[in-house]
């Protein structure tokens, strides 16, 4: 066996891997990273970059109809094999070569295979050849080996060759009829997209669509789904699922009606990828989320192991990851040269933002564009809080946008602090508002001093003035 001696082995290369690397390597340690896939992780092959590149093409297409004289020039519908080939180029068409060439030039290590903690600061390596390769670290290990779909115990289900958001991601056709189990983001997001690429879509969302946001949020998106011609059945649940020998699939519900359907997509949450990485030895349970202390370290185990991205549980997204990346991967460097780490609230070695700042973008039409706590998180969390609410459409910027256009916006206010604590807009083309709302919440900017942050007239970022109005002064 061979054996290798970095400053700090880093299990898994998706983003999140990549970007601790990265931090480690500029702040002059040695870093090796372990990847059994491919480098890039779920985010760039099956989960961010493909499903929104099988998203945008619809999203621009809505756009077009929306406005009157654009819509004249719009004559038909999606092509679904140039959308198709368009999302291959955004997953690089899986493969990994461009990855890997940045990792040489950042000057990180790589080795393939699947990681394994087999004592203090080791690392065990297995490629597909079964060759086996021990790494040790002087300072840290970090694991960022991230989620993959969780699976219900359906009858039938597993035996039927269901879709995972993977399969739905990569998909080399559009399935004449979708059936999809959940109602969070991958279901909503993907029933927007196959439903634009000509399937006909039935989703079975037990507790509803997008339940975390804020209400008004589900409401709006299952409303446009079902106008779309999606089939949204609220409270509806699968109690088994066959295949038949023509490749149809049948779902029947637990009140006894059946669907038939070409795929079934499960899209019901995730689960850790920490089944097979040594926890155990660690008195940690395999398959649990890593908790994490305010600086990342993992709970329960040595200070020499840290974790971030999906696996510790803190926001399962790609940016809250990247974010805990550079935190964690500067604290290494910094405890590394005998210096403190800055791990109080929003120190910079803490990710504070993950629990009071985080954005987020459902690309669904209308698109859901969130940052920091809904109304009733705050109020679970003991603020004292007023709800604003506006209508979105009734801004100049909107009205201009598009023909008819609907959308809303909460502003939460923390009444004791008078700063913003959350931010939820539904409606077209909200995604790249959101960073505004993120940065009042994250820079505790006073709602007195936000009056002097005046929005360009006729954008649909009036909407700050509209609330801060409806708000009073
Ligand atoms: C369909 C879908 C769409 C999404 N869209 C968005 C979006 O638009 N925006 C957003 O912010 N987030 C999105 N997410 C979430 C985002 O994909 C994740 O938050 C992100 O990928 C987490 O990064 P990570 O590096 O922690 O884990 P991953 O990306 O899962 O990477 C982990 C890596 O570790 C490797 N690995 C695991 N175990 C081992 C082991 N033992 N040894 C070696 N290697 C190992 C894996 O092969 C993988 O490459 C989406 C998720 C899904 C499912
Ligand atoms: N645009 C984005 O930012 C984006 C896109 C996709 C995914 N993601 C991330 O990926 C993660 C996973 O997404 P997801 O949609 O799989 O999970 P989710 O947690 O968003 O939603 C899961 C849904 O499944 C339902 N559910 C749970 N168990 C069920 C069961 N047994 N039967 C039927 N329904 C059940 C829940 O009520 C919920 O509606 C999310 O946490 C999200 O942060 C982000």
Not at 147 to 168: D, H, M, Q, Y
Not at 172 to 193: D, F, N, Q, Y
Not at 443 to 453: F, K, Q, S, Y
Request: proline share 3%; hydrophobic share 45%.
């Amino acid at each position: 066996m061979d054996t290798t001696t970095y400053d700090v082995i880093v299990i898994g290369a998706g983003p999140v891997g990549e970007n601790v690397a990265d931090r480690l390597v500029r702040g002059g340690l040695t870093a090796a990273i372990v990847e059994r896939e491919l480098v890039g992780g779920e985010c760039s092959y099956w989960a961010c970059m493909p499903t929104k590149a099988l998203l945008r093409s619809g999203s621009a297409l809505r756009a077009a109809r929306q406005v009157a004289g654009a819509r004249e020039a719009v004559s038909g519908d999606l092509d679904a094999a140039a959308v198709l080939r368009r999302r291959d180029s955004f997953a690089s068409n899986w493969k990994d070569d461009g990855q890997v060439s940045w990792l040489e030039s950042a000057g990180i290590a790589l080795h393939r295979g699947q990681g394994r903690i087999s004592g203090e600061r080791t690392v065990e390596v297995t490629a597909t050849d079964g060759t086996k390769t021990s790494l040790t670290a002087r300072h840290a290990v970090v694991v960022a080996t991230g989620s993959s779909a969780l699976v219900p115990e359906i009858e039938g289900l597993r035996e039927s060759g269901l879709w995972t958001s993977r399969e739905a991601a990569a998909a080399k056709e559009v399935p004449g009829r979708l059936v999809i189990i959940g109602g969070g983001v991958v279901a909503s997001e993907m029933a927007t997209a196959y439903a634009g690429l000509g399937s006909a879509v039935t989703m079975l969302a037990r507790d509803g669509l997008l339940h975390t946001a804020e209400p008004f949020a589900g409401e709006r998106v299952t409303q446009a789904l079902r106008e779309s011609g999606v089939d949204v059945r609220i409270g509806a649940e699968a109690a088994s699922v066959t295949r038949d020998a023509t490749g149809t699939v049948h779902v029947r519900l637990t009140g006894g009606e059946r669907i038939a359907a070409d795929e079934i997509l499960v899209a019901i949450g995730r689960t850790p990828n920490t089944q097979d990485i040594g926890l155990d030895a660690l008195g940690l349970k395999p398959g649990s989320w890593l908790t994490v202390d305010e600086a990342l370290r993992v709970e329960g185990a040595g200070d020499w192991l840290y974790a971030a991205g999906d696996v510790n549980r803190r926001a399962l997204l790609t940016h809250q990851g990247k974010y805990q990346a550079r935190a964690l991967g500067d604290a290494i460097v910094a405890r590394a040269k005998g210096e403190e780490a800055e791990t109080g609230p929003w120190g910079r070695h803490a990710a504070t933002a993950d629990e009071r700042a985080v954005p987020q973008v459902v690309f669904t039409d209308p698109e859901v564009a969130s940052a920091g706590l809904t109304a009733a998180a705050a109020e679970a969390a003991g603020l004292r809080t007023r709800v604003v609410d506006y209508d979105l459409g009734a801004v100049s910027g909107s009205v201009l946008h598009a023909d008819g256009y609907q959308g809303h916006a909460r502003m939460v206010v923390d009444e004791d602090r008078r700063v913003i604590v959350g931010f939820t807009l539904v409606g077209p083309d909200v995604a790249e508002l959101i960073h505004a709302a993120t940065i009042a919440i994250a820079g505790e900017v006073p709602i007195d001093r936000l009056w002097h942050a005046v929005p360009a007239f006729p954008t649909v970022s009036e909407i700050w003035l509209r609330l801060l109005e409806t708000y009073g002064r």
